[in-house]
């Protein structure tokens, strides 16, 4: 059993402009130990997949589909069973460097109301159990006494995964945790979230809009645009040889240095993404792809098979035409 | 090889853009035409905005309302009803009539014509008070901020050693030294309620300044006196303008409670008198409640109308709340 | 440590601020058009050349104004605020202080009633933003707000103890307590209690809507950051991540101003204390108004102006108790 399956998602926000489409149809799958990446562009819907998995979207959005967390139906799922789930089965890093953590609260306190809340430790045994979650993510454990503002961005991102681990989730989601720091900062938080996933098992979502950081740490890749994965399939692959336009352009995006390709002409895709509310018909991409023919304004491209375990959704597919070179 | 070529198809813009050019706009004559007809258009945006907001328009149409009963009072209330020895005046005390609607005062004077006067000194003083207090405040607030360092330091300190006394304390104190008249309120209410004003001013100045046009015309070599008329005040305006409104109506309930006081003019008659005397007449006691809602219900409604087009103003030409 | 010079230094700073009030105040009486001891004696039968001239030697007006300073501070810094004309000569600290508790009754009460019922109003009004609770108190409090306090307490005083119309009288029209009624212990507190029913009640009443919207606010603002998205992941109760995390974080800023705003309570309490003809300070600064007693007036001023220093200070010390970002600047 996968431990995080999502069958045919769509969560339309209620806004007062109308009914806005962030994710159109999303399926994925994660397994017990696998680290699954999920990239694209500001706005593509990545962002509303991580509340959408523990159910924190705002009140009077619409959400359809399956999320199966180890097999149960976070959906259907009753309060109760609902916030004794959230934390204990998966758990969210997100961004630390802003204002996750509660300013006017010591961090080993927040820390410690995690374990408490579900009944993991009394509130003694909470603080021991802090410090040693702190020393895990590589922070002294005198540190639980400190406030966040006494911390650096790099601290406090370590502060919030060594948060999503204090119950010992089976999945843990990383909503953009390098985004906001430093360079050097980001290279080491992602050392030690590789470091933490391999020694505890962990299955890992891992989102982010920086293709580079995912080859690193995911062993598969999906891409995302405009509310739906466009492309899928082991990171190596998927980023060496995309199957998808837009994938070519993202990878383009984040050249790697020595690498032929990059050479000679620069790369980069015009225009932005589309608003949610304005999403062109046909294939959504198609306004921005430099291999756009007749058929794709017309008709919505499935994901197809694109080689071992990959998919993509793009109409030259079925035509049998390759999109890298 | 670009893939394309394998298709035969020639590249052209991606489908459903246009690249239609727009036709370029009438060119005004003058720098001086082309900043009037700028700022006409934006008064016209600001004003379809406005019409929008609800609440804004009904206060709008109150406030209306009450300056049409203020300008036009001669026609509306015969002004020899003020007099305390009008033969037209009928029996004091008397509850609403057919000849008096809103009944009598202790002179026998109508209290509905009494309300329809006193509307013009309340809001004359209002109106009077406000302008002596934005202007102080505005002012200090754009010195300050705009030059920063010790200025700033010293007024921000003033302002806030003003903020701090106590508004109906320190009125009491000046109006009852410098004597009852309308001008002596109007110069107390404007002296004491400048601080809010100035603070939020020079906020306001603090983040213009920083503004790349402004730093561009002071590297151009403009004066102090060209930036502040016409690159800081033209932006700090609007700002002034939704806050001038909100202070209208803080200084109306300021005159209305002075005058209660007994600090107003007793040559004049506005709505703070009338409750003034009505009170010390013992009209509460009494159950003469003609003579007591009238005028109140009328502070009340001009204090909302002011209010309520103030926050819909706000809400359009505050920039920090448009961020929201 | 980090709090102790952030307390010296508010303490300083209210001390200057005070200073500058009684600054203000030395020259707030002579910079006025005219002879401040002619305006004392006008309109009085006594105003005559030579009682002026008296005044002026009496109130030091003839000596330079260096000297006049020197006496002002060392009168303030013994207390001695000058003699009341209103009561033929009596020192005006001692007036002062024998209608001072009256008025901290009264305020006392009111404004931690206020306070505490506009607090919770507001934090329900903002927890659920655009319910009916949340405009229906943003309606409730515009309009007591665009009523002059005063008005709603002779609209109360008439109708619940004046009687009118469909109201019955039901309680006294003014007063401390029932005149000539020597009641002691228990009967006395009940008098007391029911004489300052309705000033409680209009005090209470008008300022509470300024309370519930700062609350309000703050705690809209604070709903929206990320650290409660964060309690709310970690599976906490919605109450819990409500009087948990969102109102610690909503309380400091509306410390401060509601602090601030101290000063309009006071304002209320001199007209209301007038309309219920309360006994206390704001009572007597409506009487040294009509009798243009100065020196009463002026030592009124300064109490009340220390008493919001005063008030401001313990707020900002408060405040750095419980923000604990404060401490560390």
Redesign the interface.
């Known amino acids: 059993m996968s431990v995080l399956s999502v069958r045919d998602l769509e969560v339309v926000y209620a806004t007062q402009a109308g009914p806005i489409p962030a994710v159109r149809g999303v399926s994925l799958e994660i397994e017990t130990g696998e680290v699954v990446g999920l990239a694209g562009e500001s706005g593509c819907g990545k962002s509303t997949i991580v509340n959408a998995i523990l159910r924190l979207l705002p009140p009077g959005t619409t959400v359809t589909g399956e999320v199966l967390l180890s097999g149960e139906d976070i959906l259907t799922m009753k309060p109760g069973r609902l916030r004794a789930v959230r934390w204990t089965e998966a758990s969210v890093v997100f961004q630390g460097a802003m204002h996750a953590l509660n300013p006017v609260q010591r961090i080993g306190d927040q820390l410690a109301e995690a374990i408490v809340i579900h009944g993991r430790a009394g509130e003694r045994e909470a603080l021991v159990r802090v410090g040693s979650l702190l020393e895990q993510v590589g922070l002294p454990p005198r540190r639980l006494r400190d406030y966040p503002h006494e911390l650096s961005g790099g601290q406090k991102q370590r502060v919030m995964i060594a948060m999503a681990l204090a119950c010992s989730p089976t999945l843990v989601i990383a909503d953009e945790p390098t985004t906001a720091l430093d360079v050097m900062v980001q290279a080491q938080v992602l050392r030690l979230l590789k470091d933490l996933q391999r020694e505890l098992g962990l299955a890992m979502l891992f989102i982010t809009h920086d293709l580079s950081v995912l080859v690193e740490v995911c062993d598969r890749l999906a891409i995302m645009y405009a509310g739906k994965i466009v492309e899928e399939g082991p990171s190596v692959e998927v980023f060496g040889k995309p199957a998808h336009p837009y994938t070519e352009a993202l990878a383009a995006a984040f050249p790697a240095i020595g690498d032929p390709r990059f050479r000679r002409a620069p790369s980069g895709l015009g225009g932005d993404p589309p608003q949610p509310d304005a999403i062109p018909a046909g294939c959504a991409f198609h306004p921005r792809c430099p291999l756009a023919f007749d058929e794709c304004p017309e008709t919505v491209p499935d994901l197809y098979d694109a080689g071992e375990r990959r998919r993509a959704a793009c109409l030259l597919i079925p035509r049998g035409a390759k999109v890298s070179t | 090889m670009r893939p394309t070529e394998a298709f035969g198809h020639a590249d052209g813009p991606p489908v459903g853009v246009e690249l239609e050019p727009t036709p370029p706009p009438e060119v005004p004559k003058s720098p001086r035409k082309i900043g009037w007809a700028r700022r006409r258009m934006s008064a016209r945006r600001i004003w379809r905005t406005y019409r929008k907001n609800t609440l804004g328009m009904v206060g709008l149409v109150i406030l209306a309302l009450f300056i049409a009963v203020a300008v036009f009072a001669p026609l509306l209330a015969d002004k020899e009803g003020l007099e305390a020895t009008c033969p037209c005046n009928g029996v004091p005390f008397s509850p609403p009539s057919w000849d008096f609607p809103l009944g009598t005062d202790n002179f026998g004077r109508s209290v509905l014509t009494l309300t329809i006067w006193g509307s013009r000194i309340s809001l004359t003083i209002g109106l009077l008070a406000t302008a002596i207090s934005m202007l102080i405040g505005s002012v200090i607030g754009i010195v300050a901020g705009y030059y920063g360092r010790w200025p700033e330091t010293v007024l921000m300190r003033l302002t806030d050693w003003f903020l701090v006394i106590p508004f109906l304390p320190l009125a009491i104190v000046l109006a009852s030294i410098l004597g009852r008249s309308m001008v002596v309120i109007i110069f107390v209410i404007g002296v004491t309620s400048w601080p809010s004003t100035a603070r939020i001013i020079r906020a306001q100045v603090l983040s213009v300044k920083t503004r790349p046009y402004v730093e561009r015309s002071r590297a151009l070599g403009s004066s102090h006196w060209h930036l502040n008329t016409r690159h800081i005040l033209p932006n700090v305006a609007p700002l002034i303008f939704a806050n001038t409104v909100l202070t209208v109506a803080i200084a109306i309930l300021s005159e209305s409670t002075l005058a209660f006081l007994g600090l107003g003019d007793p040559l004049q008659i506005s709505w703070g008198t009338i409750l003034e005397s009505a009170f010390a007449a013992g009209a509460a006691s009494a159950g003469q409640w003609w003579w007591l809602i009238p005028p109140g219900l009328a502070i009340v409604f001009v204090v909302l109308s002011f209010t309520l087009c103030g926050f819909a103003l706000d809400e359009i030409l505050n920039p920090k709340l448009r961020r929201r | 440590m980090g709090t102790r010079r952030y307390i010296v230094g508010k303490v300083l700073q209210a001390a200057l601020?005070l200073a500058?009030?009684m600054v203000?105040n030395f020259f707030?009486?002579r910079i006025?058009p005219g002879d401040p001891a002619a305006?004392l004696l006008r309109g009085t039968s006594a105003f005559n050349p030579e009682n002026v001239a008296e005044v002026r030697a009496e109130l030091g007006l003839d000596e330079p104004l260096p000297q006049q300073f020197l006496t002002y501070i060392t009168d303030m810094a013994t207390l001695n605020f000058g003699e009341s004309f209103y009561l033929r000569g009596a020192p005006v600290s001692e007036v002062i202080a024998d209608r001072i508790w009256p008025t901290v009754l009264l305020l006392g009460t009111s404004a931690i009633a206020s306070a505490a019922i506009g607090l919770i109003i507001g934090i329900h009004a903002g927890w659920r933003h655009g319910s009916r609770f949340d405009v229906g108190s943003l309606s409730f409090t515009?309009?007591v707000?665009?009523?002059?306090e005063?008005?709603f307490g002779?609209?109360v005083?008439?109708a619940f103890?004046?009687?009118?119309?469909p109201f019955p009288a039901i309680f006294p029209?003014g007063g401390y307590e029932t005149p000539g009624a020597d009641l002691t212990g228990w009967a006395h507190v009940a008098d007391v209690l029911n004489h300052m029913f309705l000033p409680f009640m209009v005090l209470t009443v008008s300022y509470l809507g300024e309370y519930a919207l700062i609350m309000r606010n703050s705690l809209i603002d604070v709903m929206n950051?990320?650290?409660v998205?964060?309690?709310?992941?970690?599976?906490?109760?919605e109450k819990q991540v409500l009087w948990g995390?969102v109102v610690?974080?909503a309380l400091?800023p509306t410390i401060t101003l509601t602090l601030?705003s101290?000063?309009?309570i006071?304002?209320g309490a001199?007209?209301i204390e007038?309309?219920f003809s309360w006994p206390g300070l704001g009572l007597l600064?409506?009487q040294a108004?009509?009798t243009?007693d100065?020196a009463l007036?002026?030592g009124?001023?300064l109490l009340?102006?220390a008493a919001?220093?005063f008030a401001?200070l313990i707020a900002d010390i408060g405040y750095s108790y419980?923000?604990?970002?404060v401490r560390?600047a």
Do not use: C, E
Not at chain 3, 161 to 165: D, M, N, T, Y
Not at chain 3, 322 to 325: E, F, G, N, Q, V
């Open positions: 601020t500058f009030v203000f707030l009486f006025i305006l515009l309009f707000y665009a009523m002059p005063f008005w002779i609209l005083l008439m103890a004046g009687g009118v119309g029209t950051d990320d650290f998205q964060t309690a709310r992941a970690k599976g906490i109760r995390h610690p974080n400091l601030l101290l000063g309009f006071f304002g001199i007209t007038y309309v600064t409506v108004i009509d243009k100065f007036l002026q009124l001023f009340f102006s919001v220093i401001n419980l923000d604990p970002r560390a």
